[in-house]
Every structure is written in C-alpha cells, then in structure tokens.
C-alpha cells in the first residue's frame, strides 16, 4: 500500500437532473469529509474539454467515477479518453438497494437525497480505500 | 418484431412498435394467439419515465379490467402506475424484471415487457385501442405541448 497514492473522482455533471445531483453531492462528500487525503475531485466537464491538468490527474491516478443514471457519461467520457476506470458506481444502483431513500430536487435535495449522497459517498469511500490498498 | 414507426421531438426520439396496439397512458398491448396478450411499456413512456428502478407487476392470477393498474413502476424521476390495456388475468409476469428492471428501458417492446394477459374480450379491447400511427400522433401532441411549457 502507498500512503500517497491519490485517488480521482470524476461525478456525473448532469445539472439540472436529481440524480446527477446526487453524485455530485456524494462526491463532494467523498473528498472534502470522508477521505479528503485520499480523494481528488475531478470535473466531468473538464474531461470532456479536454482540459490537459484533468486529463492528467486521471492518467496518473486510479479514478472512481460516479454516474447519475445509466447513460453513464462519467465512466464512459473516462474510458473514451482512452483511459481507465477503477471502480465505477451509480445513484441508480444506489437506489436499488435503498428505496426509500428517493431523491427529490435539484439545487436542494430533499433529506431523502442528501441520506442517499451519504450512503452512496461511503461506499465510494470505501472503493477508494480498496483501491489505495491496491485491491482494485 | 415488426417494423417500427419513429417521431423525433427536439433531441428525443420514440419508437413506435408496429405490430401492436397501444393504450393512450403508453402501454403497448401484442396480441399472440389463443387470447393471449403481450404487454409492456412504449417507447415514449419508458423515456419520459427514466431509468427504472423497481418495476412490480400483480401476480400470476389477478384479475384485471381494462384500465385497472396492473404493473407499477418506479423510476428516480417519478411512479408510473401501468393501466392493464386489456382485460383478462395476468398468465404471466416477466421473471427478469425482479434483477434487470432497466430492461425496460433498454428494450421496451421486447426484453421489457411486463407481463402477459389472458385476455377475456380481446376484440372488444382492440376497438379502444391506438394503432402505432395514431398513437405517435397523441405522442407528438403531448411531446410539442411539453416543448411549448418549457
């Protein structure tokens, strides 16, 4: 195990959709409380413009992706880019196992959504504890 | 499968299965012999609804009359109750939707289907229902007004 290896984040940027809110809350979750030594955010957005610094930090790191829906957008932009995917998850799936934790809004998630963000981050977190074991 | 019918509204496209009938609330209703009827969600609901997370159909054995909710499904964005498009008893429910419910989405007039119906007046029922051209007409009305409230 290396205590330095870092680990990427790349959420859905579905704005404007519930789910994609979700992932991206999860996220944040993710690497500003649950393991902010280890997580690193990464924005979709950059990837999909190209952006050399975000093409880097995910080239040079194991990324965990998190999609809002089954489109996918986030695991598929990363594999696109030619490069590879850790551990993917989605806030469907998420849902799947926790159905009455429905999520409702967009720019505010009702308590439902922000338990979810939660459940769905520590799951996360624990991938990113795998893959920092070098288990992924 | 038959040849499909397809309307294009701003970015959405819907498919339109034209081998069956249709319920005007999207159920799709396939007629296969020996009063049996195939049914499940179209196109155009199975997009409007999302990804599907729970799909659950009555029972081997319920009785259903032509509009009575006989499947409900849910997706991140909303509930969709399933109106049976035909009367009868449920003779079959589709065993992969328990694990694959995106099924549904993935492929609605064929591996998604809901359930099959032993239909007790299917002629009288066909009469009520849309044929493919007409549905998509109701379709792209409700697409074109959904457009307009943007």
Known sequence: ?136 | MGEFLELTVDKFTFRFATDRYYHPEGVWALPEGEGRVRIGLSDFAQQSGGDVAFAEVKPVGTAVAFGDEVASVETMKTDIVVPAPVSGTVAEVNPALEMSPEAINEDPYGEGWLAVIAATDWEADRARLLDAQAYLERVREIAEEEMRKR
């Open chain 1, 1 to 136: 195990m290396s205590p330095n290896r870092r680990v990427m984040i790349v959420p859905c940027s579905g704005i404007g959709k519930t789910f994609g809110t979700v992932s991206r809350e999860a996220a944040y979750t993710v690497v500003e409380d649950l393991r902010p030594d280890a997580a690193e955010l990464v924005a979709l957005s950059l990837l999909v413009l190209g952006d050399e610094e975000a093409r880097a930090a995910v080239a040079e790191h194991p990324t965990v992706t998190i999609d809002g829906c089954r489109l996918a957008c986030a695991t598929k932009m990363v594999q696109e880019s030619g490069l590879p995917v850790a551990r993917s998850f989605t806030v469907l799936d998420a849902f799947r196992k926790h159905r009455d934790l429905k999520p409702e809004g967009i720019s505010s998630l009702n308590l439902e959504g922000q338990k979810l963000a939660r459940v769905l981050a520590e799951e996360v977190a624990e991938a990113v504890d795998e893959v920092v074991r070098g288990e992924t």
